[in-house]
């Protein structure tokens, strides 16, 4: 009996120790069964190295990227890349993703080119991906080889607009978002661009995006002072640092690697760009003023044309040419304070051409960006609603420059003064805008 309790006490002890042992062990070595535990963190390798520049080379290629956001309108895929690729040397790439934690395998991408290249051998291209399962993906790059590991010199661009989804309109920041791509060379029309910038905020515009190349030293300032007012966005475009574009629009007769300095590839990603800000963009040059001429602002119009047509997601404008050679013989509007302030004074030029029928006539657009997949400049190019082409009578576009048509004589021109309805108001915030940057003459 006492031998057996001794053997019961000893068995006892040998059962303590050998729990007491693999409790130490299974404390201090990780089961191999175990799921690896994520970081707390973006891991070092996309945090590191995250893109924020407007323009990121892209490893191993002869491409650019622009900008990557969330679109999931597109059946299996969620992502679009936007970027500049070299036409000649398209080749198979890979999505990499920065999941929330960890780093995601590899998807395969598809590269779809902008039709439009006028000839030059760089074109806007988006590139779509799908992320994979059980990733949250917060950033994105592009390899030329599946399942390779991320390289210190991988560029990791964020991925925005990841609260597009299911966003209502009437909740946006901005109503009217103007883009208004590539400012390039000396370009200094100061005088018509802050009467052009003080009508559309009469007419409800609430934010201009302007991609900046360069620009002459006058503007510069006047951008700068519209830009810290919270008005004007402005977005470096350094795009001449990487290729040699082209001031035209047609390679056989203008030269370059890219159509006017990429202007095809900034509106395109100004749409994605302001997609969850504003319920309408207006696509349109620096010179250019879409204006209604039956309703006091652009949200009236657009009430109006949403009620007629609720199912159009693009609006289609007319362009209207006032040559700057033809003056109002008045002289009302030739004010003494502008004298010495670069530029045209647009409230100078009341004659407007009709456009010629016999030949292709360009529109601009008020588009609704949540229904715009791409675009080109005069037409989008894929659209998820209909197309609407708004009379003449109920809106035009201002457009004063050098004549299309010189032939015409002042009488065969129409007189519209539809920028005079406006004086009043605009007059005076001209004077305050060129006031506040040391250009208006007191004198």
């Known amino acids: 009996m006492e031998l057996l309790k001794h053997f019961k006490k000893k068995l006892v002890l040998v059962f303590i120790t050998a729990l007491f042992l693999f409790l130490v062990f299974t404390m201090k070595t990780p089961s191999t069964y175990n799921s690896i535990p994520k970081p707390s963190g973006p891991p070092s390798a996309c945090s590191m190295r995250i893109s924020e520049q407007t323009i990121t080379p892209l490893n191993n290629t002869k491409h650019l990227l622009v900008s990557a956001y969330m679109d999931q309108r597109v059946k299996d895929f969620d992502i679009r890349i936007i970027g500049i690729f070299r036409r000649d040397s398209i080749q198979p790439l890979h999505c990499f993703f920065c999941c929330t934690g960890y780093l995601s ?48 010199t991988d560029q990791w661009l964020p991925i925005r607009n990841k609260d597009t989804i299911g966003q209502k309109e009437e909740n946006m920041q901005f109503d009217f978002t103007v883009c208004i791509s590539n400012l390039f060379g000396d370009y200094n029309n100061v005088l018509q661009f802050a009467q052009t910038l003080e009508m559309y905020k009469l007419l409800g515009v609430n934010r201009v995006v302007i991609y900046n190349t360069s620009c002459g030293p006058e503007l510069n300032r006047l951008l700068q002072s519209y830009s810290d007012e919270g008005f004007v966005e402005m977005v470096p475009w350094p795009i001449d640092k990487h290729l040699n574009p082209s001031r035209g629009w047609l390679h056989s007769e203008h030269g370059g690697d890219l ?43 657009m009430n109006t044309l949403r ?17 700057k050679k033809h003056f109002e013989p008045s002289g009302r509007f030739h004010l003494p304070q502008w004298n010495g302030v670069p530029g045209i004074n647009i409230l100078e030029h009341i004659y407007r051409e009709d456009p010629a029928r016999n030949i292709y006539h360009p529109h ?19 659209n998820f609603g209909e197309r609407y082409k708004v009379p003449l009578d109920v809106c035009r576009i201002i457009h004063v420059r050098v004549a299309l048509q010189g032939s015409l004589t002042l009488e065969q021109l129409n007189v519209d003064k539809r920028l005079w309805d406006f004086q009043e108001k605009l007059i005076p915030n001209v004077d305050k805008v060129l006031k506040r940057v040391g250009m208006l003459n007191l004198t």
């Open 105 to 152: 395998k590899t998807t395969p991408a598809t590269i779809l080119q902008h039709p439009d290249n006028f000839g030059f051998p760089f074109v806007t291209t988006d590139v779509m991906c799908q992320i994979p399962q059980n990733c949250n993906a917060t950033h994105v790059t592009l390899l030329t080889t599946p399942d390779k590991e991320s390289q210190s």
């Open 259 to 301: 159509h006017y300095y990429g202007q095809l590839t900034t509106l395109n990603e100004c749409i994605y760009r302001s997609m969850e800000r504003s319920r309408y963009v207006l696509l349109n040059d620096i010179d250019e003023i879409i204006m209604p001429y039956q309703h006091d602002d652009l949200m009236s119009l």
């Open 307 to 323: 009620n007629q047509h609720p199912n159009a997601g693009v609006f289609l404008i007319e362009n209207h040419i006032f040559p």
């Open 364 to 382: 601009k657009m008020i588009v609704r960006p949540g229904m715009v997949e791409g675009t080109s400049v005069h037409e989008v190019i894929k």
